[in-house]
């Protein structure tokens, strides 16, 4: 079992910057991928970014050359910059291991406006 505990978030000005942050605790050794996905309101949830354990990292078109994900031992952060409107959505951190089996953390909100 994989527990994940997220941090940051909240409310910023279009343009600003944010930080999430994500620590993973039980069978680290498991964990293949970790990464962040997001949910905004009558929307699916969509896959942000992710890194691999080997350190390949995929980016979702919409934040590529503005957000940054970096991965440690056990955590994954999230740096967000050049935030919009339409990055709104409440953020979840995700740790897929190798046997294919998900751990989700509890969802954190950022909130894009003016």
């Known amino acids: 079992q994989v527990q994940l505990v997220e941090s940051g978030g909240g409310l910023v000005q279009p343009g600003g910057s944010l930080r999430l942050s994500c620590a993973a605790s039980g069978s680290i050794s498991s964990i293949a991928v970790m990464g962040w996905y997001r949910q905004a309101p009558g929307k699916q949830r969509e896959l942000v970014a992710h890194s691999t354990r080997g350190g390949n990292t995929y980016y979702a078109d919409s934040v590529k050359g503005r957000f940054t994900i970096s991965r440690d031992k056990n955590t994954v952060d999230l740096q967000m910059n050049s935030l919009k409107p339409e990055d709104t959505a409440v953020y979840y951190c995700?740790?897929?291991?190798?046997?294919?089996?998900?751990?989700w953390g509890q969802g954190t909100q950022v909130t894009v406006s003016s």
């Open positions: 995700n740790a897929r291991r190798f046997s294919g089996d998900s751990s």
